[in-house]
């Protein structure tokens, strides 16, 4: 048999840094990046468009099986985007980022049935293939046998920064604490929802990007992956 191909596994809090870090690393070791956050924020976005209850079981799980959902490589030259989010044949990369869809994700993914049916797909995605996959249970659920399980963290202060200057770029006005406050309503909801709710595994690889910046953080996962002889 040959050798298996590399898959790391990414969990973590909201803004922790998961999606460049995986998008970059991804580019770095010229294998395939899977963001899986962006499938449960399309989902939020086909309901909110559609009318539908985003804490509604059976309808949400209903419009699931009713939607086309791909993920692509961003655009050739593309410094702004690690990938491309096309809902039902239309390409919703940035609509995808606004604050509604971003706190709707957190809502339809406490759905049991929204998580299983996820999983299923990204398991299929990912199937003998050498990919970074990063989001909420990757590692316990997704990718239990990842080489490198990586649980990429930073205080909720930080995080809360880095969110709003990524909504200053995208010309979205939001305060400080507004944001803060937001961060902390995701962290519970990751926390405490009843299906894979969000914790550090046993073998999961911690690393606390709080004082560190992208390039510091890659070089630390390279470093790890060496250790482990992953390279």
Not at 99 to 120: F, Y
Request: include cysteine; aromatic fraction near 4%; charged fraction near 30%.
């Amino acid at each position: 048999m040959g050798k298996k191909p590399l898959q790391i596994a990414i969990d973590g809090p909201v803004a922790a840094g998961k999606g460049d870090i995986a998008g970059r690393l991804a580019r770095q070791l010229h294998i395939t990046y899977i963001y899986t956050g962006a499938m449960y924020r399309m989902l939020a976005l086909s309901c909110i468009k559609k009318g539908i209850p985003l804490k509604d079981t059976k309808r949400v799980t209903a419009e699931l099986s009713n939607i086309s959902m791909e993920l692509a490589p961003p655009p050739v030259g593309s410094t702004d985007r690690v990938i491309t989010a096309i809902l039902d044949g239309t390409d919703v990369t940035d609509r995808i980022m606004a604050p509604d869809t971003a706190l709707g994700a957190s809502d339809v993914g406490v759905i049991p049935q929204v998580r299983s049916r996820m999983v299923a797909l990204q398991q299929e995605m990912a199937k003998g293939k050498a990919v970074v996959m990063e989001g909420r249970d990757i590692g316990l659920r997704v990718l239990p046998d990842a080489q490198l399980k990586i649980f990429l963290t930073a205080s909720v202060e930080e995080r809360a920064k880095r969110r709003l200057a990524q909504w200053k770029t995208k010309g979205i006005e939001k305060t400080y604490d507004e944001v803060l406050a937001d961060t902390k309503i995701r962290d519970e909801q990751d926390c405490t929802r009843e299906t894979d709710p969000l914790k550090i595994l046993p073998d999961s690889w911690i690393l606390d990007t709080t004082t560190m910046n992208q390039d510091e953080v890659i070089d630390a996962i390279f470093k790890e992956l060496a250790r482990r002889k992953c390279l």
